[in-house]
């Protein structure tokens, strides 16, 4: 069997993995291959949909210091792209009183971090989106550069623009054996055999299916999560420049999105679904955790329900403490990975950006220190779960 030889291979074409193979190219062309187990642009995974919430508040400095790289970097791909790719709506993060999530988290982290945000009593979040009824005790926090990601529109263009830079694209190619034979890397995919200096993993939920042949596993939660689409009757008020991406902070928590790729807004619980492998997820639509969503924009959000759309699932890959893995492995250095936690999709370009540096320079200037593969809660037996991001 003849022998493909690639400086770097991309394993998931995915948002990260179409992201880090766009960065790989613009630096050696056609010296690197991506990968695709399905067709391009499958719904199986993660990352397919017209839109995810980007933003800068977050629970941790260090999260809010990579968003803000992540915005800039977002920058840079649609310069190269010469099409736009985040749409700025403002986001809204709603604490109703005494949450699950400390509104101090968020706060002393953007202050950290120097991010200008309003802290907005319940009465002028209503004044300013009327469309939410709330209590007097939810206090909102405002960011003016919340917004929309575009999954199907950035990750065709990372690839369009990685074609263009000569990067090799193959789909229909699930791996099934790979192995390091010398200072290389040895894969077999669709039936043929493919050598590389270094190998990148952006598989996602699959991921423990290809650390297995490097003698790792990771624990890993695997959730079928859904959003649904609504056409609802006040339409106008759901526009872009009418209403923002939001997010409740409590638990059970729901988020949502204006009209954006559908004649009407979406929304969805996070962390909400079963539990399941790649192989028993379903694409059917959970009645119970609809149930909970609907109930829930009944009350606080009742002009956005009308007639369901459709619903979409996707799966999320949860990590115990729901902080990224992303860096190379200890024992493995020409194998590098990264999992999204099921809040990646923001960071896209930034992880596509650092994964092509650990691949062509060993290194990276960005911290990325607290998402190492051998962080103690990753190797705890039974890790206590903490899906909080």
Request: aromatic share 10%; with cysteine.
């Amino acid at each position: 069997m003849t022998t493909s030889h690639f400086d770097v291979i991309v394993l998931g074409l995915g948002g990260l993995g179409s992201a880090a193979l766009y960065r790989l190219a613009r630096r050696i062309g056609d010296q690197c291959l991506g990968l695709e187990q399905f067709d391009l642009d499958h719904a199986r995974g993660s990352s397919q949909d017209h839109s995810r919430i980007i933003r800068l508040s977050y629970h941790t400095p260090g999260y809010v210091e990579l968003a803000k790289q992540a915005y800039t970097t977002w920058a840079e791909v649609e310069a190269d792209a010469g099409e736009q790719l985040v749409f700025k709506t403002g986001g809204l993060d709603l604490w109703p009183a005494d949450p699950a999530y400390p509104m101090s988290d968020y706060t002393s982290s953007m202050d950290a971090c120097g991010v200008a945000y309003e802290r907005l009593p319940a009465a002028e979040v209503m004044y300013r989106w009327p469309q939410f009824c709330l209590p007097d005790d939810v206090t909102g926090i405002y960011q003016a550069e919340g917004g929309i990601a575009t999954p199907n529109l950035s990750n065709a263009a990372h690839r369009r623009l990685a074609r263009a830079y000569g990067a090799v694209i193959r789909d229909n190619a699930p791996v099934s054996a790979a192995r390091p034979v010398g200072d290389e890397i040895e894969l077999v995919a669709g039936d043929v055999t493919y050598r590389c200096r270094h190998l990148v993993v952006a598989a996602g939920a699959w991921s423990n299916h290809i650390l297995a042949h490097f003698g790792r596993r990771l624990h890993l939660t695997i959730t079928q999560e859904q959003v649904t689409y609504y056409r609802t009757s006040h339409a106008a008020d759901f526009m872009p420049d009418r209403f923002p991406v939001w997010i409740w902070m409590d638990e059970p928590s729901f988020y949502g999105f204006p009209s954006f790729g559908e004649p009407g807004p979406k929304m969805a619980q996070d962390v909400g679904g079963r539990r399941v492998t790649p192989e028993t997820r379903t694409f059917e639509t959970d009645v119970a955790t609809l149930a909970r969503t609907e109930a829930f924009l009944a009350k606080y959000i009742p002009t956005m329900l009308g007639e369901r759309l459709y619903t979409k699932t996707c799966l999320y890959d949860l990590p115990p403490d729901r902080n990224f893995v992303l860096g190379s492995l200890p024992q493995q250095p020409n194998v590098s990975l990264a999992i999204g936690a099921g809040h990646s999709y923001k960071f896209a370009a930034l992880i596509g950006k650092i994964l092509s540096e650990l691949a062509l320079d060993g290194r990276t200037d960005y911290d990325i220190a607290p998402f190492h593969i051998d962080r103690p809660i990753l190797l705890e037996e039974n890790p206590a779960l903490n899906f909080m991001c």
